[in-house]
């Protein structure tokens, strides 16, 4: 078994990174400073297997067999060549791995394609009859790759193309026309749905789409999970964001493929991520993964009639933190930041990475003590082709990240800050104010090493004294901006992926949040694909707010631990 991460292995990648660039920080910010910088990077949490699949419970505990039971169903991706769907996944680090259902190790496995990240992970079975699975991924700037001829450690690119950011869930349920091959589903941000029926053919995977139905927005997940019905053609499940599963019977028909939704019960939001897990014990019938929010794996046994048999634990708490997305998981996926950066009075600078069940790791010091003192500095969602936010800083009007003066005329803004791709290319963006209480979008390239021309976005935004974001809150799949006016009111500016207008009307979260010292985004911290929100009260106590993409906004606070005070500023 191992551990959720390595301490060890962290602080071995905070020396390596950052050992020389506190030591280059200005003083004091009247003290000019050389260029170009070393690198100025956080440290990692650093990631290793997840542990193996114990399917016993699944399979020793399944309910009595009918002589009406249907054929095993097909995997989607099994690469160990037991019959049974292994399981692939995204780390927080960015990296993929597998989890073998049987005896072989896993470990980590690669999609030859792109070096962008691997946003979500669609296993689609064999499509091509050459007994190897093949794999949707859905990368960081709006890509899809079919991958496949899928190994114990790797696969190969076959085909990509453009444009399917326009989707923030896509998701096979399975074969949905009968014709033996697994379908892909893509929701819009509007919630229209589409079907893409796929050809057998690696070099042209997918027909033309077809539109397949709307009002599917109300979902925060959903799964495509095989056969649970008994006719052999593939059923999905949706989960809304107070908790309750439906499921969706097929019909076979693309342009309509499920029958009216059926309830199955509430209380599903008590996971953070639900995904396929094929026919387990096989008996035809589909079971489905759910991870709670303490990192444990969870399994239930397909009934044949769309409901599940009560849950078996898979897995001890923690087994699988670690894991940022999974293969045919429900969730949108979302990577950029999960940290939290935190100075003192004193200007030392310390790291706090999330756990995926909402709390913190232990603290890592980055750079010498004292070394940040008086720089005018943030913690951007990531800007370049990674999972992790940038560390940035400006000095006499030179904006710096990564190492390198990036470009200059930053003096006029009194706030920068980094909320992640604002107009739906994939890309982090900034958004910067001025002291006239102008704010202005400032589009990235995907690099970290320059911006289109500055947008403005609206006027009289000084009247906030806090404006932050870090991620999707309101779980769309767009990043939102949270804003702190004088009297203490919260708003939420939710995205709309177009630059000229990139937010709606605020939304107003709650009253009485001026009674907090430092607000900030971290990210998403409890693994459910949302960025959360913390805030420090003035006698040290951290608090954290759980996006549940709600018209709450978020839930009750939660203690995260106290001390905090020593920290006049985070990140």
């Given at each position: ?509 709650g009253t009485g949040w001026g009674a907090y010292r430092q607000i900030a985004a971290p990210g998403d911290l409890d693994g459910d694909g949302r960025a959360d929100l913390v805030a420090t009260t003035s006698g040290g106590t951290l608090y954290r707010y759980h996006s549940t993409a709600t018209s709450a906004v978020f839930a009750p606070r939660a203690k995260v631990g106290d001390g905090w005070q020593v920290y006049p500023d985070l990140y």
């Amino acid at each position: 078994m191992r551990t959720a991460f390595s301490l060890r292995g962290r602080r071995l990648a905070a020396c390596t990174a950052l050992a020389l660039s506190a030591g280059m920080l200005l003083a004091s910010p009247a003290v000019a400073e050389p260029a170009p910088r070393p690198s100025v990077e956080q440290p990692r949490r650093a990631a290793a297997p997840l542990p193996e699949l114990d399917l016993s419970a699944l399979r020793d505990g399944a309910t009595a067999r009918t002589a009406q039971a249907a054929e095993a169903l097909p995997s989607r991706f099994d690469v160990d060549g037991d019959g049974a769907t292994d399981v692939l996944y995204r780390d927080w680090s960015g990296g993929l791995g597998v989890v073998m259902s049987g005896p072989t190790e896993g470990g980590p496995w690669t999609a030859s394609g792109s070096p962008e990240v691997p946003m979500d992970l669609v296993p689609l079975g064999d499509q091509t009859g050459d007994g190897r699975p093949e794999v949707l991924v859905l990368t960081q700037y709006g890509k899809a790759e079919l991958h496949g001829g899928a190994t114990t450690t790797s696969s190969s690119w076959y085909w990509s193309g453009g444009g399917w950011n326009v989707y923030n869930k896509v998701f096979s349920p399975g074969d949905v026309d009968g014709d033996g091959r697994f379908d892909v589903l893509a929701r819009q941000h509007n919630g229209d749905l589409y079907f893409y029926r796929s050809t057998g053919n690696p070099m042209a995977p997918f027909a033309a789409r077809v539109k397949a139905g709307s009002g599917w927005g109300g979902f925060d997940q959903l799964v495509g999970i095989g056969d649970n019905d008994g006719d052999g053609k593939g059923d999905a499940v949706a989960r809304t964001p107070g908790g309750d599963l439906y499921f969706y019977g097929s019909t076979g028909v693309r342009t309509n493929p499920f029958k009216p939704k059926k309830l199955i019960g509430g209380g599903w939001n008590t996971y953070n991520q639900l995904f396929a897990a094929d026919d387990v014990n096989g008996d035809g019938r589909a079971e489905l993964y759910a991870r709670s929010l303490d990192g444990a794996l969870w399994g239930y046994e397909g009934r044949g009639n769309g409901t599940y048999a009560p849950r078996q634990r898979l897995s001890a708490a923690g087994a699988y933190q670690s894991g940022d997305q999974f293969g045919a998981s429900g969730a949108i996926p979302s990577a950029g930041k999960n940290a939290l950066m935190a100075r003192t009075a004193g200007g030392t600078l310390y790291w706090y990475g999330g756990l995926n069940n909402g709390k913190l790791t232990p603290r890592d010091q980055v750079g010498r003590e004292g070394g940040w003192a008086g720089a005018p500095m943030g913690f951007a969602s990531t800007l370049d082709a990674d999972v992790f936010g940038e560390l940035y800083f400006t000095v006499d009007g030179d904006f710096y990240t990564k190492g390198s003066v990036v470009s200059g005329g930053w003096g006029p803004y009194n706030r920068i800050f980094g909320p992640g791709d604002l107009n739906g290319d994939g890309k982090g963006d900034l958004l910067a104010r001025d002291r006239s209480g102008v704010l202005y979008l400032l589009r990235g390239n995907g690099q970290a090493t320059g911006f289109a021309s500055r947008l403005e976005v609206g006027r009289g935004w000084g009247s906030y004294n806090r404006l932050i974001g870090a991620g999707d809150i309101s779980g769309d799949g767009r990043a939102d901006i949270l804003a702190r006016d004088g009297s203490g009111v919260l708003w939420l500016y939710r995205g709309t992926g177009v630059s000229t207008h990139p937010f709606l009307t605020r939304v107003k979260v709650g009253t009485g949040w001026g009674a907090y010292r430092q607000i900030a985004a971290p990210g998403d911290l409890d693994g459910d694909g949302r960025a959360d929100l913390v805030a420090t009260t003035s006698g040290g106590t951290l608090y954290r707010y759980h996006s549940t993409a709600t018209s709450a906004v978020f839930a009750p606070r939660a203690k995260v631990g106290d001390g905090w005070q020593v920290y006049p500023d985070l990140y």
